[in-house]
């Protein structure tokens, strides 16, 4: 694919180079620059979406990446984001409303389509975000979720359980739970609305913190397989409820 920045000419790629070669001409050589541009354009491409585009009762916002690490100290403004679309509205909202829905309903299946919508498009939501575009405060979203999750048993993608942050309970946790209980990878992934590739992926780190459970403390664990010390410390809880029970099992044996 030919470099958007090799034709020099007019517009954003234009005052993109003029402004290299005027004020940033340090940075590389004429290749380099055209390269840096190129990038450049891309990340504007990617968060640039045409409003004339979305659909009625859709809206842009700003997501943190799906793939973020979150840190000790780190603050939301430095981590990494996507654009996503959301559903603010739906036509299932009014259908839900014909048939008898409660506005509290209506408003537990808004939340769940919204974080849905926004992890199909690498994104994770917080509360905070949820009770922002819908209008009501953080506590009401997490109670709606909670819910949410109980009546439809399932594990809602929000960044709490996704990034393993705050008191909830993560996907993850839940997934090797259900792995333990000897339940086929598909009916885990059916069950908790995952992919089985990501149901594979956190069985398979469960997998190596079992491997290093004996050997290592759990910070040694959490440093070793990058992990946080929280979902580590799950997955030991999870390690010895299972050797727990096999003892038992022994003993009536």
């Known amino acids: 694919m030919r470099s958007l920045a090799s034709s020099p000419g007019k517009g954003i790629q234009g005052e993109i180079k003029h402004l290299l070669e005027e004020q940033y001409s340090f940075v590389g050589g004429d290749r380099v620059q055209n390269m840096l541009i190129d990038v450049l354009i891309g990340i504007f491409q990617q968060f640039s979406r045409d409003p004339w585009n979305l659909e009625m009762g859709e809206t842009l916002w700003?997501?943190?990446?799906?793939?973020?690490?979150?840190?000790?100290?780190?603050?939301?403004?430095?981590?990494?984001?996507?654009?996503?679309?959301?559903?603010?509205?739906?036509?299932?909202?009014?259908?839900?409303?014909?048939?008898?829905?409660?506005?509290?309903?209506?408003?537990?299946?808004?939340?769940?389509?919204?974080?849905?919508?926004?992890?199909?498009q690498k994104g994770v939501l917080t509360q905070v975000d949820v009770a922002e575009l819908i209008g009501v405060s953080a506590g009401t979203i997490g109670k709606d979720i909670r819910e949410y999750q109980a009546e439809h048993?399932?594990?809602?993608?929000?960044?709490?359980?996704?990034?393993?942050?705050?008191?909830?309970?993560?996907?993850?946790k839940v997934i090797v739970e259900k792995f333990l209980q000897n339940i086929p990878t598909p009916d885990i992934a059916r069950m908790t609305q995952h992919t089985e590739e990501a149901c594979d992926r956190y069985i398979k780190s469960f997998k190596k913190v079992r491997m290093l459970y004996e050997k290592m403390k759990l910070r040694e664990i959490a440093?070793?397989?990058?992990?946080?010390?929280?979902?580590?410390?799950e997955y030991i809880h999870l390690i010895e409820g299972q050797e727990d029970k096999m003892e038992e099992a022994n003993h009536v044996s």
Do not use: C, W
């Open 153 to 172: 048993g399932v594990i809602l993608p929000y960044r709490g359980t996704i990034h393993d942050i705050g008191p909830s309970l993560t996907h993850k």
């Open 62 to 120: 700003f997501a943190v990446h799906m793939d973020e690490k979150p840190g000790p100290g780190k603050k939301l403004a430095d981590m990494r984001v996507v654009p996503v679309i959301l559903s603010i509205t739906h036509e299932d909202d009014k259908k839900l409303r014909v048939n008898g829905y409660s506005s509290k309903e209506v408003r537990k299946y808004r939340v769940a389509r919204m974080l849905r919508e926004a992890y199909r």
């Open 223 to 233: 440093r070793t397989l990058e992990m946080s010390e929280r979902l580590v410390q």
